[in-house]
């Protein structure tokens, strides 16, 4: 595709409940960036990963949280046994280039309610 | 821990004026300022990108400057339009396999 994708746009779920969001980076992009937005506030980092090197995890907020990027491309976050206050728009982005040398490309996000 | 600070207020302004913007960064040197823009509901679109050995950046009606003396980035928008009204976002990373660290965004409303 042309941009960055995610799905699900949105996704309700019940608390306790595991939820899975992915992202389809923009090929070729070796940088890919996982955020957190919750509503009125600005971009909460969660998860870096670049190339080959290990991902920079310092941003997870808790072990219910993880990503992962299969083949360098694809990328996965996935939330265990999910709260209310983990109810947040998460954003995706993908790059050219390392450690904001270049512009991200955002995806639209995927809007988690937890009821 | 790396911080990006911006101004949470809003910033009102007239149509046709100069709005500025500031963001400031404290516990490292970025070697990289971005801007970025968010409407609601949208993702973030990126709008410049300064350099630490570059003073100042334009693109069309936008202006952004780097200075690491005040470890600051301002962005101007000139001749503002209500089609500007957004949030701006200022974003620093330190380069190599360093994150890209976002503030709290600023929002912008230009009226008639």
């Known amino acids: 595709g042309a941009g960055v994708s995610q799905s699900p746009s949105n996704k309700v779920t019940e608390k306790g409940k595991d939820v899975e969001l992915r992202c389809d980076p923009i090929?070729?992009?070796?940088?890919l960036y996982w955020y957190r937005q919750s509503l009125g506030q600005g971009l909460e980092f969660l998860i870096y990963?670049?190339?080959?090197?290990?991902?920079?995890k310092s941003g997870l907020p808790s072990d219910r949280f993880s990503a992962e990027r299969t083949g360098g491309s694809v990328s996965t976050l996935t939330i265990q046994r999910t709260q209310q206050e983990d109810s947040a728009v998460y954003l995706c982005?993908?790059?050219?280039?390392?450690?904001?040398?270049?512009?991200?490309?955002f995806g639209e996000g995927s809007r988690l309610t937890v009821l | 821990s790396q911080k990006i600070e911006q101004n949470s207020e809003a910033l009102n302004i007239q149509e046709g004026k100069t709005a500025t913007l500031t963001c400031n960064y404290t516990?490292?040197?970025?070697?990289?300022l971005q801007w970025y823009r968010q409407d609601p509901g949208r993702g973030p679109v990126f709008l410049l990108l300064?350099?630490?050995?570059?003073k100042e950046k334009r693109k069309e009606r936008l202006k952004v400057t780097f200075d690491t003396t005040l470890k600051q980035s301002l962005f101007h928008i000139t001749a503002s339009q209500p089609a500007d009204s957004a949030t701006y976002l200022c974003?620093?990373?330190?380069?190599?396999?360093?994150?890209?660290?976002f503030g709290t965004g600023t929002r912008l409303q230009v009226t008639l």
């Open positions: 974003a620093g990373g330190a380069g190599t396999a360093s994150k890209l660290t």
């Open positions: 982005a993908s790059s050219f280039f390392p450690g904001g040398a270049g512009e991200l490309f």
């Open positions: 990963f670049q190339g080959n090197s290990a991902p920079d």
């Open positions: 300064i350099r630490e050995n570059e």
């Open positions: 090929s070729g992009h070796t940088a």
């Open positions: 516990n490292y040197s970025p070697a990289y």
